[in-house]
């Protein structure tokens, strides 16, 4: 028993000089893999325009029921994605959405990708719904912009995104 | 002047005991986070310094709650009852040795030298040892009356549970430090303390040592026999009904009685604010300046001495908190009951006979510190259960026999 005892001691004083395993979060994020589920990203093409078709499908394959699509028929001289229809409206409620990646799936143009951001806090229910606007990749940046984290670590992003009509 | 040397003590020791209490909460936190590979609290102020105030804050500002079924009166009254004994423990703990009277010398001679008036200790009683005794056992008044007036079933175990802890190891402290007690031959902690001029109490009393350290672990129920408040037994005993700046009081006194109790085993058994050296420190600095500026330095590197020592005490005690499992209640009992109250009888039988028999306290002392190790190496044997590897050979060999 005694010796046991000892033992014990022992290897907590052991650990006491070892570096901890902490992570300081705020001050260093720990680096995601490359398949990370994180949030949704709406993805263009190489020329600018938007992948979303407006086809719903990702919606239909949600099983949490957080994404809302309502699409409006493209004008033919200045169409927003190369389909008939874009998404007018989309909508992910973060609350509901399971990070599943079942829409990343579904979708037939690989414009929505589940990426590496994970910081999703909120003070209000209301702010958990991402409209297009936050979705969407900004446009000066185009089609293929790697995540800064990804940058950061020579990485690429995943494969959906990297696919190209 | 008495008076106010006297107030400016308590008020000084009230505030550093508090002061204590509130940073050794950090100092467990932040050495049982290494010791458990971790970090521990470092976001407020710089190596998290600031934390305890925050604690403070945020528990100062938490909504205070009485139960509907308390008894009002004494579960409000509980936490005092609770961090009161814990405070005035501190009243004949020597500190350290400034005396402002005269010179240095008085410290160590107990006062025979010349007039002794040593302003870090607030009373000099000649029953002192029996003061500690009689104190930290009121401190279970009030966890006892929490545990009852919250009212709660959890509460009312938890209170039951320490009430019987406290009074089981009471027994084996009270007899352990009767052993100190009868090998310095004074109730007094002062000449306690300067008795321990040849050897430290540990050397006599080193069986002593042992049992006074366990059950005075018990007796703050700190781990590994903290099971007054188990977690998963009883969410956290006496103090699950109370909040706020209540709850926190409950913690005080458990911890300033953890410190108190680290103070108690440094005078008893590490030699007070004894140090190697600081008699010949005291008559140099008194050869250069004379021999007010030599007792403040005296004073001054005893104290720091003493509070080494009870940091030394307190760190053991975070590390025993990281090593060892929570004992059963079962083996608590039999602990205290069938080992370490024994334990202290031999204790003091062999204390009585060999301070009889042997004339010289250097020789007693060895005799005591070998009879000490012997009895514990006997005791640790008897104790030993049947070791699974043995149990495990005689199975196969067994299963080897069978045709």
Not at chain 2, 90 to 118: H, K, M, Q, R, T
Not at chain 2, 245 to 266: D, N, P
Not at chain 2, 348 to 368: E, K, R
Request: a neutral charge; proline letters at 6%; glycine letters at 8%.
């Amino acid at each position: 028993m005694f010796g046991s005892l000892l033992k014990g001691l022992q290897t907590t004083w052991r650990y006491m000089f070892r570096q901890p395993v902490t992570v300081q979060y705020p001050d260093v994020k720990r680096p995601v893999r490359e398949r990370f589920k994180g949030r949704h990203e709406l993805k263009r093409f190489a020329n600018g325009m938007e992948r979303c078709i407006g086809c719903s499908l990702c919606a239909a394959a949600c099983p949490a029921d957080a994404i809302l699509v309502v699409p409006a028929a493209n004008d033919p001289q200045d169409p927003v994605s190369p389909g008939e229809r874009y998404a007018a409206t989309y909508e992910i409620n973060m609350l509901r959405c399971i990070f599943c990646g079942y829409c990343e799936d579904a979708c037939p143009t690989n414009a929505i990708v589940l990426e590496h951001q994970y910081e999703l806090s909120f003070y209000d229910r209301r702010s958990s719904i991402y409209t297009k606007d936050m979705l969407l990749v900004p446009q000066d940046k185009g089609h293929g912009e790697v995540p800064p984290i990804l940058e950061q670590l020579g990485r690429q992003p995943s494969p959906p995104a990297r696919i190209d009509l | 002047m008495e008076l106010i040397i006297l107030i400016t003590q308590c008020l000084i020791i009230t505030l550093a005991v508090t002061t204590g209490f509130a940073y050794l909460t950090l100092f467990e936190r932040r050495l049982l986070a290494r010791l458990q590979h971790r970090v521990g609290p470092n976001r407020a102020g710089p190596f998290g310094l600031l934390q305890p105030i925050a604690d403070a804050v945020k528990l100062f500002f938490k909504e205070d709650i009485v139960p509907t079924m308390a008894d009002k009166r004494v579960y409000l009254l509980a936490p005092a009852l609770a961090v009161i004994p814990a405070l005035i423990i501190w009243a004949v703990i020597p500190l350290g040795c400034w005396n402002i009277a005269g010179g240095y010398e008085a410290c160590f001679d107990g006062g025979a030298s010349g007039p002794l008036s040593n302003v870090l200790q607030i009373a000099d009683i000649n029953v002192g040892v029996l003061y500690l005794l009689a104190v930290t056992s009121i401190g279970v008044y009030g966890l006892t009356l929490a545990g009852w007036a919250s009212n709660s079933k959890y509460s009312m175990l938890g209170g039951i549970r320490s009430s019987a802890q406290l009074i089981s190891y009471e027994l084996a402290l009270g007899l352990a430090v009767l052993g100190a007690v009868m090998s310095a031959g004074t109730l007094s902690t002062t000449e306690i303390v300067v008795g321990q001029n040849v050897l430290w109490g540990i050397v006599p009393q080193f069986l002593g040592f042992v049992i006074f350290m366990i059950s005075a672990t018990a007796e703050v129920a700190r781990a590994p026999f903290d099971l007054v408040e188990a977690e998963q037994e009883l969410t956290s005993g006496y103090n699950t009904e109370y909040g706020s700046m209540k709850f926190a009081l409950f913690f005080m006194a458990e911890y300033i009685k953890l410190i108190a109790v680290s103070a108690i085993a440094v005078m008893f058994y590490f030699g007070g604010w004894r140090f190697p050296g600081l008699e010949t420190l005291g008559s140099g600095v008194t050869d250069l300046f004379g021999p007010t500026v030599g007792a403040l330095v005296v004073g001054i590197v005893s104290l720091l001495a003493f509070l080494g020592k009870v940091a030394l005490f307190l760190f053991v005690s975070v590390w025993v908190r990281a090593s060892w499992p929570r004992v059963r209640y079962d083996q608590l009992m039999s602990l205290g009951w069938k080992w370490l109250l024994p334990l202290a009888l031999i204790n003091i039988f062999m204390t009585a006979v060999v301070t009889v028999l042997v004339p010289n306290q250097i020789l007693q002392g060895v005799i005591l510190l070998v009879l000490g190790i012997i009895v514990i190496a006997v005791a640790l044997r008897l104790s030993q259960t049947p070791r699974i590897t043995s149990q495990v050979k005689l199975a196969k060999t067994t299963e080897q026999m069978r045709p």
